[in-house]
Nanobody
Framework: QVQLVQSGGGLVQAGGSLRLSCVAAGRTFSNYVVAWFRQAPGKEREFVAGINQSGGSTSYKDSVKGRFTISRDNAKNTVYLHMNSLKPEDTAVYYC?????????????????WGQGTQVTVSS
């Protein structure tokens, strides 16, 4: 079993920045692909970004490319999502998730462990 604890998020004006963190406990963190998903009110949960076990490969949703950066520190069992140039449409609850596959999947059903979610609100 893996426990994921998220932190960060909050309220920010458009154009601002936030950093989300996700700390894992319970299994060898470096064995897992990690992804960030988000769910806006009335919408389905969607893939935002993912990173492979070594951190050498990443994947992003098109609308966040160039603005968001996913990174990980395996020594600290932590993954980060740095969000810059935030837009009101980035407003959502953000979730981190772990998957033991070798590929970065965008489908949420591939992920076995989930964080508790953290609210990000971007005001215009």
């Amino acid at each position: 079993q893996v426990q994921l604890v998220q932190s960060g998020g909050g309220l920010v004006q458009a154009g601002g920045s936030l950093r989300l963190s996700c700390v894992a406990a319970g299994r060898t963190f470096s064995n897992y692909v990690v992804a960030w998903f988000r769910q806006a009110p009335g919408k389905e949960r969607e893939f935002v970004a993912g990173i492979n076990q070594s951190g050498g490969s990443t994947s992003y949703k098109d609308s966040v490319k160039g603005r968001f950066t996913i990174s990980r520190d395996n020594a600290k069992n932590t993954v980060y999502l740095h969000m810059n140039s935030l837009k009101p449409e980035d407003t959502a609850v953000y979730y981190c998730a772990l998957d033991a596959s070798l590929l970065i999947w965008s489908g949420e059903n591939k992920y076995d462990y989930w964080g508790q979610g953290t609210q990000v609100t971007v005001s215009s």
